[in-house]
Structures are given as structure tokens and as C-alpha cells.
């Protein structure tokens, strides 16, 4: 009777040392998921800045070249190629792009944005930008043609983004 007090016993004790392993086993994995899952986060986070970044020198490009073009547009040297032959006022046109990137550059970074900024932007769109190309004679044939039909350096999705503000459409019909 004793010894099989002592197999219980020990069979109890190898079955609580099973159970405390895989329970440990199963502490230790939930832990390495969420170190995982916070490598991840910290390498999108680190994706998601490097990004910004790059868009943020490709901008500061865009503008240089933007600025260069609307102070120099009158002399002979600087050519405009199609799809970059304007019906407007050259140096028209290259605030229009300003105005664009400036969009753009929202729209690259919406993710961080807050609901109120959002409507912010989007409320400028309607108020100020729209009625200022409408204004400017000829600026919504340009608009049409050079960014939205030949897209310019602009994703297809910033494209649909920007055509599907309220006003747009019909500014550029």
C-alpha cells in the first residue's frame, strides 16, 4: 500500500511537472508573439518614417524645379514638352502644382492625420483651391490635361482621391 501511495505520488509529481512546463511553454510563446508583434509595429513605424521622408525630399525636388521653371519660363532656354505645353499662364500652372504637391503630400500622409485635419483639408479643396483654378481662366483645361489625363508623377490613387472631392469633377468637365 505504501509503494503505491509512493507511484501515485510520483506519477502526480511528473504530471504537475508536465502541466508547469507547458504551461510555461505556453507563457513563453505568448510572449514571443507579442515581441513580435511589436518588432513589426516598430518595423512599419520605421518603414513609415522612411518613407515620409523620402516623399519629403522628392517635394523639396518637385518645388526647386517647379520654382525655377515659373521664374525662367520666359527665356528661350527653358523648353515645355508635352504633356507640359500650358493654356494658362506659365507661372500659373507651377502654383498649380504647388497646390497639388501640397495635396499630395496630405494625401501620402493621411494615415497620421486626424479626423479634423482631414476635413480641414478637404474643406480647403472645395472653398479656396477650386474656385481659385476656376478663376484662372484657362487652369482647368491644364488641370485636366496635364495632371489628371496624363497623371503626371501621381499615383492613380491620388488621382481618384483628388476627382472624388465634391467640386472637382465638375470643375473639370
Known sequence: MERLIVDY????????STLAVMLTLLVYRAMLQSMQQQMFKEAQLAHDAARQNAW???FSAFD??????AEYVTSPDVRM?????????????????????????FWVNKALMTPSEKIGIERWIRVVF????????????????????????????????????????????
Open 81 to 105: 514638352v508635352p504633356p507640359y505645353e500650358f493654356v494658362s499662364d506659365p507661372r500659373i500652372v507651377m502654383l498649380l502644382f504647388h497646390h497639388l504637391n501640397m495635396l499630395f503630400r
Open 9 to 16: 505520488l510520483l506519477f502526480a509529481l511528473q504530471a504537475f
Open 64 to 69: 526647386h524645379i517647379n520654382d525655377y521653371i
Open 130 to 173: 477650386l474656385p481659385w483654378v476656376e478663376k484662372n481662366g484657362d487652369l482647368p483645361k491644364d488641370l485636366r490635361r496635364i495632371i489628371i489625363e496624363s497623371r503626371d508623377l501621381y499615383p492613380q490613387d491620388f488621382i481618384e482621391w483628388f476627382t472624388s472631392q465634391p467640386g472637382v469633377r465638375e470643375l473639370l468637365q
Open 56 to 58: 519629403q525630399n522628392l
